[in-house]
T-cell receptor, first 116, second 109 residues
Framework: ETGVTQTPRHLVMGMTNKKSLKCEQH?????MYWYKQSAKKPLELMFV???????ENNSVPSRFSPECPNSSHLFLHLHTLQPEDSALYLC???????????????FGPGTRLTVL | GQNIDQPTEMTATEGAIVQINCTYQ??????LFWYQQHAGEAPTFLSY??LDGLEEKGRFSSFLSRSKGYSYLLLKELQMKDSASYLC??????????WGAGTKLIIKP
């Protein structure tokens, strides 16, 4: 247990569906991250939130929409996805993003998403 | 550009020693992380190096050479449960992690 939980663990959706992924951290952290992990590829950073404010959006298509209502919860809303979006979506958290400070990121187990 | 290179797959024998190498190119450098990821599970933090040299933690050690842009993870007395992917990540000047694609380690009896 890393202190970061994600639901659901597995999700199959059609290209016209709308679904949401949920992440919750119990570590008292203030920074949260969404990553995409595809087979044999490096982790791709999608979004970063620091104290509930989005600080990073790495050119992610608008069919992915993040939401961070508080420092403990992070959502990823999905709509009209493509088959190439099938991947493992990982959530992570860290103490906080502050200049001159190195934080270790702690990961959830991920949601395995399949888009048909 | 920024890049992290590590072997795709390695095989080792139970009880033996294995070294997983990682070379990095980052814009600025704020340290090198190693994570372990079992299939279907969360990546878990193993080590962080920012100064040159070897850091030992039980059966696992991590080494860094900043001048060579090189790190390795050393696993001793291998156990079957060490079968996993090992992810190398460099932290750049913006404190963002640049990830390698991971090394899948297969342990054979």
């Amino acid at each position: 247990e890393t202190g970061v939980t994600q639901t659901p663990r597995h999700l199959v959706m059609g290209m016209t569906n709308k679904k949401s992924l949920k992440c919750e951290q119990h570590l008292g952290h203030n920074a949260m991250y969404w990553y995409k992990q595809s087979a044999k590829k490096p982790l791709e950073l999608m979004f970063v939130y620091n104290f509930k404010e989005q600080t990073e959006n790495n050119s992610v298509p608008s069919r992915f929409s993040p939401e961070c209502p508080n420092s403990s919860h992070l959502f990823l809303h999905l709509h009209t996805l493509q088959p190439e979006d099938s991947a493992l979506y990982l959530c992570a958290s860290s103490q906080a993003l502050a200049g001159g400070h190195v934080d270790t990121q702690y990961f959830g187990p991920g949601t395995r998403l399949t888009v048909l | 550009g920024q890049n992290i290179d590590q072997p795709t797959e390695m095989t080792a024998t139970e009880g033996a020693i294995v070294q997983i190498n990682c070379t990095y190119q980052t814009s600025g450098f704020n340290g090198l992380f190693w994570y372990q990821q079992h299939a279907g599970e969360a990546p878990t933090f193993l080590s962080y190096n920012v100064l040159d040299g070897l850091e030992e933690k039980g059966r696992f050690s991590s080494f860094l050479s900043r001048s060579k842009g090189y790190s390795y993870l050393l696993l001793k007395e291998l156990q079957m449960k060490d079968s996993a992917s090992y992810l190398c990540a460099g932290m750049d000047s913006n404190y963002q992690l640049i990830w390698g694609a991971g090394t899948k380690l297969i342990i054979k009896p």
